[in-house]
């Protein structure tokens, strides 16, 4: 995933940035366990979210402990104190889509583009075959997304929406998928989806110069190019379909009970999407 979904740590209790490291370093754990040691190289910022919103939906929070960290064994982590089975949804979801991304940077890349994506792929694709074992909803969510977006990619007339669209609605059916309770289905799809957006919108800014450089897609390419700074025309353009998607996305997340997490929530939501948003723009 596209890692920009933080916390904001000046905003942030000390006991409540422990409480999200201990789910941070849990999450990489799990998939260390469930994947291999080089399944972590998938680990976000994004896939916390998910993992903050499976514990707090199921109230699963049964503390930390600290432990040896195996990326670096001379430093003590803190790590959530369960098995694992709240954060199985994360992990999952976060090696299905590294391979989902290297499937689609194969199809927009150059020879040795190509060639280095096919060889990343010798490693996800085994993951992501394991991960829809684990989580069999994601196999169907991760193709649809694949399909959508490659026509979206290959229609010359691509509005911003429906470039926005595949991203929204793959993470609207993972955020449905943290919760069983029929009651806040619903409500986390659509928070989720206006998540996705907001996401993809991200990604849009943070590469236009990048896209206009190498030619790649960007579905708002054609007009920063014509105007005299793609930047500046991007945050012009951008944020504020960015800022109505944060909004909608806050007011549906603040209906779950999600307990102990509710603070980590809460944090990212109101401070962690605004700042992660201005450093795009204002690149500080």
Partial sequence: ???????????????????YNAVYCGLCREMGRRYGA????????????IS???????????????????????????????????????????VALTDAKLSDNIEDSGFFGRLLFRFLRLF???WSKKAYRDVPELKCIIEDYLTAQRSAENDP???????????????????????????????????????????????????????IKKGNFNPIKDEA???EAPKK????????VMNMAADECRNY????????MRPMVDNILNDGLWHRQQKIFKEE
């Fill in 52 to 94: 903050l919103l499976s514990i707090g939906m199921s109230g699963g929070f049964e503390g930390a402990e600290q432990r040896r960290c195996r990326v670096n064994p001379l430093k003590k982590c803190t790590f959530c104190k369960n098995d694992g089975r709240y954060q199985r949804l994360a992990a999952a979801a976060g």
């Fill in 225 to 227: 190019e014509r105007s």
């Fill in 157 to 211: 007339d691509c509005s911003l929406d429906k470039a926005a669209e595949p991203t929204a609605k793959a993470i609207a059916a993972i955020a449905a998928l943290v919760t069983d309770d029929k009651r806040y289905k619903s409500v986390l799809s659509r928070a989720g989806y206006c998540l996705g957006k907001w996401i993809y919108l991200c990604d849009v800014a943070d590469d236009i110069e990048k896209d």
């Fill in 1 to 19: 995933m596209f890692g920009y979904v933080t916390v904001w740590k000046p905003e942030m209790k000390v006991k409540e940035f422990e409480v």
């Fill in 124 to 126: 996800t694709a085994r």
């Fill in 233 to 240: 025309y991007a945050e012009e353009r951008l944020q504020p």
């Fill in 38 to 49: 080089l399944s972590k190289f998938c680990l976000s910022y994004d896939l916390t979210f």
């Fill in 253 to 260: 997340f603040s209906l779950p009970d999600l307990g102990v």
